[in-house]
């Protein structure tokens, strides 16, 4: 299987605290993304890192990227209950044919 | 109110019974695509389409088969030769080169 690995599978955290959730994937990439996913609903694009990008932000939001390492983090910063949800990091394999690769997901939960 | 309509948002099948899940965008995408989510796991993808009239197998495509006459519609058709249908189905639609992809809220389908 192409899928990659996340990690904490589920992560509890109290209003405010920050939370850190990582992807690990198998081959080279052109791009790196995750996407948010409320209960039983659709998937919400976040945020895009190319493969010759090491950090990028958005809001609260900070991605790491280590090619090297065929690793990603996501930190959300100062976080809200409204951030509860799933967070599933995706990658734009290189050859794979605008097909993206998705993790099994980080199970995010935020106690107010 | 441009996006990704699904429907329905619950579904049930009988023993036998061959259903089709309905995709619509009003993005103007030309590519679409069709992942299946089992719980606690990521999205694996059925089916893709990169233009009106193609459509390619993904990793799960055994059971299930999809048209795409027009480029706004690529429904999915669960047939009786999918043994174990009991998912959350999740449409796509591809914006650009990034491969940045917009979900639709998603079928429930169960077996009764």
């Known amino acids: 299987s192409q899928q990659g690995e996340e990690d904490p599978q589920a992560l509890s955290i109290q209003e405010g605290e920050n939370a850190t959730m990582n992807c690990s994937y198998k081959?080279?990439?052109?791009?790196l993304q995750w996407y948010r996913q409320n209960s039983g609903r659709g998937l919400v694009h976040l945020i895009l890192?190319?493969?010759?990008?090491r950090e990028k932000h958005s809001g609260r939001l900070r991605v790491t990227l280590d090619t090297s390492k065929k690793s990603s983090s996501l930190l959300i910063t100062a976080s809200r209950a409204a951030d509860t949800a799933s967070y599933f990091c995706?990658?734009?394999?290189?050859?794979?044919?605008?097909?993206?690769?998705f993790g099994a997901g980080t199970i995010l939960r935020v106690k107010s | 109110d441009g996006g990704i309509t699904q429907s329905p948002k619950y579904l049930f099948r009988k023993e036998g019974q061959n259903v089709t899940l309905s995709c619509e965008q009003n993005?103007?995408?030309?590519?679409m695509y069709w992942y299946r989510q089992d719980p606690g796991q990521g999205l694996r993808l059925i089916y893709y389409?990169?233009?009106?009239?193609?459509?390619q197998k993904g990793d799960i495509a055994e059971g299930y088969s999809v048209s795409r006459e027009k480029k706004e519609s690529f429904p999915l058709t669960v047939t009786s030769a999918q043994k174990n249908p009991t998912a959350f189905y999740l449409c796509?639609?591809?914006?650009?080169?990034?491969?940045?992809?917009?979900f639709g809220a998603g079928t429930r389908l169960s077996v009764l």
């Open positions: 995706a990658t734009d394999a290189y050859g794979y044919g605008n097909k993206l690769v």
């Open positions: 389409s990169q233009i009106v009239n193609d459509f």
């Open positions: 993005l103007n995408h030309d590519a």
């Open positions: 796509a639609s591809r914006r650009d080169a990034k491969n940045i992809q917009y």
């Open positions: 890192i190319r493969s010759n990008e």
């Open positions: 081959t080279s990439i052109n791009n």
